[in-house]
């Protein structure tokens, strides 16, 4: 399996879809409420069962702050992941069991998988942990994962409609001034260690001597993903795998970043764009800062600007691999088949908490951006005019210059 991304999946849900007859929504009016089959219990009322079964010393405590300590969401939150996956995790192919015989519960299935997602532990460990033979715990994740990347969809998608183009835009702007831009672009590196004898270890070592995965997200001011490429080997850059993508073909044929114009005064426009940083190439989507050591004080003011938008996308990365360490740490020896598959289904959950507008997050306290250190790289490909045309529109105008 090569990289994917967002078209690839919804190519996949679409299949799944035409097997068997399945309810989606756009991602600008989620019904985020359980189904009534699943409102018949509650995790409250389960959560006191699995502590005893699963967690002996937690038994005097199995409360909602114990809960939320061990999940850092809420029980709200996961009852929702839980009607996503009920169907599939519950099917009679998966009717697996702990070490004693007894059967799991859909709370026990997704807990486990959380658990194992969540802290990045081992299968070994989190079978032990759980009551659990490892080969169950893989299972479960295996079905959940493939389940959610089809069923949560919708939580990961570009905004199709203009009212939540606008929303999007206009936080952006809070963020870093910077007028109709649509969005962040960065890339982080999921680590691994792979065999000595696998013979394409060498693609996968990038510039900091390690051997990663890259994940290539476009993100907004909320810190939601709106695009994901996932799976490219950590020795490509950021402006091949940028070219290499969905997003980037979509905007070249004017499927992406092609709505409604910002006038900044007089007979000038800007159109629809996003930014990134200086590895990636100036396109007339994709905005990145002035290059040299002789700039003007406008472009040291939009180049300014500009970083703090794209601090939103490193921002996303941190909180990811905060909520979800099976990606933080260094991966022992992964399937890279399934990989950015697992790098989705944690996209997803990440948006999922943002979209239930989870107070268990709102209340965490996170790292100060600490995700991976990698120095960076200049992009190396020649600017294009209608990029330069418009950062210098979108320069002039921060300045109060005359837009020419």
Not at 142 to 153: A, E, M, N, S, Y
Not at 248 to 262: A, I, Q, V, Y
Request: proline share 3%; hydrophobic share 35%.
């Amino acid at each position: 399996m090569g990289p994917i991304n967002n078209k690839k999946l919804k190519s996949k849900k679409k299949q799944a879809m035409d097997v068997q007859s399945a309810t989606t929504c756009s991602s600008s009016s989620l019904n985020l409420t359980p189904p009534l089959s699943q409102q018949q219990q509650h995790p409250s009322d389960w959560w006191p069962d699995f502590t005893k079964r699963f967690h002996g010393s937690l038994k005097e405590s199995a409360d909602s702050q114990t809960f939320e300590s061990m999940f850092k969401m809420s029980m709200k939150t996961f009852d929702y992941i839980c009607s996503l996956v009920k169907e599939k995790m519950m099917a009679k192919t998966t009717s697996l069991t702990d070490v004693n015989g007894n059967p799991l519960s859909l709370y026990d299935k997704v807990a486990i998988v959380l658990t194992r997602l969540g802290s990045g532990e081992s299968l070994k460990w989190v079978g032990r942990s759980l009551n659990l033979n490892q080969t169950t715990v893989a299972q479960l994740t295996k079905r959940f994962v493939d389940t959610l990347i089809i069923q949560g969809l919708s939580h990961l998608e570009w905004s199709s409609t203009e009212c939540a183009m606008d929303d999007i835009k206009r936080k952006l702007e809070k963020v870093g001034g910077l007028p109709n831009c649509c969005g962040a672009i960065d890339t982080t590196h999921v680590l691994m260690s792979l065999s000595n004898a696998d013979r394409s270890t060498n693609v996968w070592c990038d510039r900091e001597k390690n051997q990663s995965m890259t994940i290539q997200a476009i993100v907004d001011a909320d810190l939601k993903f709106r695009d994901i490429v996932a799976g490219c080997p950590g020795r490509l850059t950021d402006e091949h795998i940028h070219k290499q993508s969905a997003f980037f073909e979509r905007c070249k044929e004017g499927e992406r970043l092609n709505g409604k114009k910002r006038k900044l005064s007089v007979g000038i426009e800007i159109e629809e764009y996003i930014v990134g940083s200086s590895g990636f190439p100036l396109l007339k989507w994709l905005i990145t800062p002035y290059q040299g050591d002789m700039l003007s004080d406008s472009e040291v003011k939009f180049n300014e600007m500009l970083l703090k938008t794209q601090m939103v996308a490193k921002e996303a990365f941190v909180r990811l691999k905060e909520n979800w360490k099976i990606i933080k740490g260094v991966m022992w020896r992964p399937d890279r088949n399934r990989l950015p598959l697992i790098i989705f289904a944690c996209c997803i959950l990440h948006n999922i908490l943002i979209d239930m507008e989870d107070e268990v997050q709102e209340k965490h306290v996170f790292s100060h951006l600490q995700d991976l250190d990698y120095r960076p790289v200049l992009c190396n490909s020649d600017d294009d005019q209608n990029g330069l045309v418009l950062r210098e529109k979108i320069s002039a105008y921060l300045s109060g210059r005359s837009v020419q």
